[in-house]
């Protein structure tokens, strides 16, 4: 079932009684008020921007999420990280993260990082809910991934690499981070081969709200 939201209320529906995709409401609108609750609640939205003037809301009830200290790095990657030839940074340039994810893809139907949403996360970056890691090699951003940051907990958002191998970098540059500040999980929303293999794996929801409500001093009890 998926339902009507209004921009006057904040509330959502149970998203358990959403579709078999994900997908369980539509409406309202991207403001930061009700970006924080729905990531709070493991929702997301997900709409193609020239197809619907309203947000499209998923959550859906297995959740495929990388555990920081579960991040597989492949002999290839380990290569290329011992070069030195790359340093990966966090919040150095958000801007330049989020238009990188948009600008190859914009074209494509059903892109969804158009305008409307870059100015929505760019607020949740204003506000310190939203973070982005670079890859550069110099002074050339080669690539990098951003989401939202609530808790101990990182929602992914999008990656991009304009050199091979960058946003993969940016994703174990991300789980190292988050190894040294206690972070739970990493949210990827949906399984890809690229993600599956970093070491990806699905998990209930219910076991997913428990660990990214579950406090920083709990973390490794």
Same mark, same amino acid.
């Given at each position: 079932?998926?339902?009507?939201?209004?921009?006057?209320?904040?509330?959502?529906?149970? &998203?358990?009684?959403? $579709? @078999?995709?994900?997908?369980?409401?539509?409406?309202?609108?991207?403001?930061?008020? /009700?970006?924080?609750?729905?990531?709070?609640?493991?929702?997301? &939205?997900?709409?193609?921007? /020239?197809? #619907?003037?309203? &947000?499209?809301? #998923?959550? @859906?009830?297995?959740?495929?999420?990388?555990? @920081?200290?579960?991040?597989?790095?492949?002999?290839? !990657?380990?290569? !290329?990280?011992?070069?030195?030839?790359?340093?990966?940074?966090?919040?150095?340039?958000?801007? =330049?993260?989020?238009?990188?994810?948009? *600008?190859?893809?914009?074209?494509?139907?059903?892109?969804?990082?158009? $305008? %409307? !949403?870059?100015?929505?996360?760019?607020?949740?970056? $204003?506000?310190?809910?939203?973070? +982005?890691?670079?890859?550069?090699?110099?002074?050339?951003?080669?690539?990098?991934?951003?989401?939202?940051?609530?808790?101990?907990?990182?929602?992914?958002?999008?990656?991009?690499?304009? *050199?091979?191998?960058?946003?993969?970098?940016?994703?174990?540059?991300?789980? %190292?981070? !988050?190894?040294?500040?206690?972070?739970?999980?990493?949210?990827?929303?949906?399984?890809? @081969?690229?993600?599956?293999?970093? =070491?990806?794996?699905?998990?209930? #929801?219910?076991?997913?709200?428990?660990?990214?409500? /579950?406090?920083?001093?709990?973390?490794? +009890?």
């Amino acid at each position: 079932m998926v339902y009507q939201i209004y921009e006057d209320s904040l509330e959502f529906p149970d &998203p358990r009684c959403g $579709e @078999p995709d994900g997908l369980f409401a539509i409406g309202g609108d991207l403001s930061a008020d /009700r970006l924080l609750l729905a990531y709070s609640l493991g929702i997301f &939205p997900w709409f193609s921007f /020239r197809d #619907y003037d309203e &947000p499209m809301w #998923y959550c @859906p009830m297995e959740r495929f999420v990388i555990f @920081p200290e579960e991040i597989h790095i492949s002999h290839s !990657m380990r290569t !290329m990280m011992n070069k030195g030839e790359y340093e990966v940074t966090m919040n150095k340039d958000f801007s =330049g993260v989020i238009n990188g994810c948009s *600008e190859g893809r914009i074209d494509e139907e059903g892109a969804w990082l158009g $305008e %409307r !949403m870059i100015e929505a996360y760019s607020r949740l970056h $204003e506000l310190g809910f939203a973070s +982005s890691v670079e890859v550069w090699r110099g002074a050339n951003l080669a690539g990098g991934l951003y989401g939202v940051t609530i808790g101990n907990a990182f929602f992914g958002e999008s990656m991009f690499s304009r *050199e091979p191998g960058a946003s993969k970098l940016a994703l174990i540059g991300l789980a %190292r981070i !988050m190894q040294e500040k206690g972070g739970a999980l990493i949210d990827c929303q949906f399984e890809t @081969p690229h993600l599956k293999s970093m =070491g990806g794996r699905f998990i209930p #929801y219910d076991e997913y709200l428990r660990l990214i409500r /579950r406090p920083f001093w709990l973390q490794n +009890s």
